[in-house]
């Protein structure tokens, strides 16, 4: 079992930055594939990023790739999302995922977090 509680979300307005973290409980942080998702009003939830249990491979959605930054530290069992330059269009709650699966963790996560709630005003 995995638990996944995201926190640093915000207001900041257009062309600002934010950083989102997730902390996961559990001593095998390390072996789980980590992802960033995030759900607009009246949309979908949709992928962001997602970074492998070593942190060597990363993988971005086309609409953040150059913006934003995955990373984690798994002796802190935390995994961030970097976000800079950011648009109004990025106003969403932002959610932490895990799996195994480095592939599945980008569709279907096993572990969601609750959420983080970032709003950029224009």
């Known amino acids: 079992q995995v638990q996944l509680v995201e926190s640093g979300g915000g207001l900041v307005q257009a062309g600002g930055s934010l950083r989102l973290f997730c902390a996961a409980s559990?001593?095998?942080?390390?072996?789980?594939?980590m992802g960033w998702f995030r759900q607009a009003p009246g949309k979908e939830r949709e992928f962001v990023a997602v970074?492998?249990?070593?942190?060597?491979?990363?993988y971005y959605t086309d609409a953040v790739k150059g913006r934003f930054t995955i990373s984690r530290d798994n002796a802190k069992n935390t995994v961030y999302l970097q976000m800079n330059s950011l648009k109004p269009e990025d106003t969403a709650n932002y959610y932490c995922?895990?799996?195994?699966?480095?592939?599945?963790?980008?569709?279907?996560?096993?572990?969601w977090g609750q959420g983080a709630q970032v709003t950029v005003s224009s």
């Open positions: 995922a895990s799996d195994r699966s480095y592939t599945t963790v980008q569709l279907t996560p096993t572990y």
């Open positions: 559990g001593r095998t942080f390390s072996r789980y594939a």
């Open positions: 970074i492998s249990w070593s942190g060597s491979n990363t």
